[in-house]
């Protein structure tokens, strides 16, 4: 390779494109028009509530589903499209499921070179094995493994061949909650440092948050925001994002002159006439000693924080997340401020 050759553009590694799937006898299509880019090396996750397509999605990528419209590329492929299906063992992706699908009479190894080539079968299976911690237990049968480790073998198994992408559909939710959380964060590490592009199905928005570099959210059958998991936090682009992905209260009021005037503060915005006002509880703050505007209701404590719900003059509800000190009780009177809310046209 000469010194100037030019470095190849980052591509996108997945793309579905307007992609519609609709099941046999179904009334309305799983996926609707659905549109994502996958850069490579990138950590996707689809997240969406149950039933919005994400496993559809998933499906489609993988080539289990048959697309009605629309296009598929991995790699700069037509994988699927107008009269072309490239079948699963064909696209070079590499699949984890929700329940491992390992091969309960096979052993971890035998497990790991399965689809690999007789050849360097050996050697890659060592490698895998290392790559996930799991060096030594090739001799092993799976149901002599633990939950993590047998999820860990399901990893290397994806990984073995190599494939462009690797696709995890809720590949978390069989372990319980210590474990998840360190799982995750190895299967991080561990696609980080191969450079794997990988798409991750999830219901749970602390898990998509918490894991990818980009999130896409589902809502019946499209894709409704993609965007890095602190700017889709911090800029839901309507009120039912901000509500599905933590915990956001709704005031309603009307864009006047700039503001939105709400019972908890003003905030700057261009909009006119009806609005929905979106507060987030961390961005409230309570106080005593000036005047009151509000009444604690109930007091949700965890520990590292609370969750104090409080009665507004005119009866709707906010809350605030604040440290376990101070000790608020029903009935006090307090005084509340929103030091920040996001104002989204309302319904006129
Ligand atoms: P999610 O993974 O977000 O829960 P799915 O992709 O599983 O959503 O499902 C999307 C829609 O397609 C749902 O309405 C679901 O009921 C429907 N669906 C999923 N699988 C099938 C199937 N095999 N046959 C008919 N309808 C299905």
């Known amino acids: 390779m000469t010194q100037d050759t030019p470095t190849p553009p980052t591509n996108d590694l997945v793309e579905l494109r307007d992609v519609t799937v609709t099941y046999p006898g179904a009334t309305s299509p799983a996926l609707l028009g659905m549109s994502l880019a996958?850069?490579?090396?990138?950590?996707?996750?689809?997240?969406?509530?149950?039933?919005?397509g994400k496993t559809t999605a998933l499906r489609a990528i993988a080539g289990f589903e048959h697309i009605q419209s629309g296009e598929i590329h991995i790699n700069d492929q037509l994988v699927a499209g107008a009269n072309r299906h490239v079948d699963p063992e064909r696209r070079r992706v590499g699949m984890v499921f929700q329940d491992y699908a390992l091969f309960p009479h096979k052993t971890v190894a035998g497990n790991v070179a399965y689809g690999l080539n007789r050849s360097k079968g050996e050697a890659r299976v060592g490698e895998v094995l290392e790559l996930v911690g799991l060096t030594g237990l090739g001799d092993r049968m799976p149901n002599e493994l633990s939950g993590g480790q047998q999820q860990r073998v399901a990893l290397a198994r994806a990984l073995a061949p190599e494939p462009d992408v690797i696709l995890l559909d809720e590949p978390f939710s069989n372990l319980d909650a210590n474990l998840r959380d360190r799982v995750r964060r190895e299967l991080r590490l561990i696609l980080t440092e191969t450079r794997t592009t990988a798409v991750l199905v999830t219901h749970d928005q602390e898990e998509a948050l918490a894991t990818s570099d980009l999130v896409a959210v589902m809502y019946k059958g499209r894709v409704v925001q993609v965007d890095s998991p602190a700017e889709l936090y911090t800029k839901p682009s309507d009120p039912w994002i901000a509500d599905f992905l933590g915990d956001a209260d709704i005031l309603t009021t009307t864009g006047h002159r700039g503001y939105a005037e709400t019972a908890v503060g003003r905030f700057k915005t261009d909009l006119k006439g009806p609005v929905v006002v979106v507060v987030r509880p961390e961005d409230v703050q309570l106080s005593v000693g000036e005047t009151p505007n509000a009444v604690?209701?109930?007091?949700?404590?965890?520990?590292?924080?609370?969750?104090?719900?409080?009665?507004?003059?005119?009866?709707?509800?906010?809350?605030?997340?604040?440290?376990?000190?101070?000790?608020?009780?029903?009935?006090?009177?307090?005084?509340?401020?929103?030091?920040?809310?996001?104002?989204?046209?309302?319904?006129?």
Do not use: M
């Not at 996958?38 to 919005?52: K, M, Q």
């Not at 608020?328 to 006129?348: C, E, F, K, L, W």
């Open 296 to 348: 604690v209701a109930r007091t949700d404590f965890f520990g590292h924080d609370q969750l104090v719900t409080v009665a507004l003059h005119g009866g709707s509800r906010i809350r605030s997340r604040i440290g376990p000190r101070p000790n608020y009780q029903s009935g006090d009177r307090v005084r509340v401020r929103a030091i920040r809310a996001r104002v989204y046209p309302g319904r006129t």
């Open 38 to 52: 996958v850069t490579e090396g990138e950590f996707l996750a689809i997240l969406g509530p149950s039933g919005s």
